[in-house]
């Protein structure tokens, strides 16, 4: 058993996902959402589905902006892609989740 699933989370991290695997999810809603550690607020991503919300960090905010546009109304109704990966973080490597917005066509990449 993992200690992590005994302490369920409000939000997704990289445990909560499939080694090796992708996970295809669909925005259902992005709000600020109030930290507990930092009382700061941070944009969280909710998926058609699924329980937890996924935390935005500037990295995966720009590659969403960047293919969906500014505006997270937009968003809402796109399917994203979500996978594992590694960061330095405190200069040591670190699991995290990124995103990605999968290509309409994987032969052409349009």
């Known amino acids: 058993m ?26 259902d809603d992005c709000r600020m959402e109030r930290m507990r550690d930092s009382n700061e607020e941070k944009p969280t991503l909710y998926f058609q589905g699924k329980s937890q919300g996924l935390i935005l960090n500037v ?3 720009n590659v969403l902006a960047d293919a969906l546009g500014n505006e997270t109304d937009g968003w809402f109704g796109k399917t ?4 594992r990966d590694r960061t330095n973080y405190g200069g040591k490597m670190v699991d995290c989740v990124r995103v990605r917005v999968p290509v309409d066509d994987p032969e052409t990449g349009f």
């Open 2 to 27: 993992k200690i992590s699933s005994a302490f369920p989370s409000k939000f997704l991290k990289a445990d909560d996902l499939p080694e090796g695997r992708d996970v295809s999810v669909v925005i």
């Open 59 to 61: 990295t995966n905010g």
């Open 80 to 83: 994203i892609v979500l996978y």
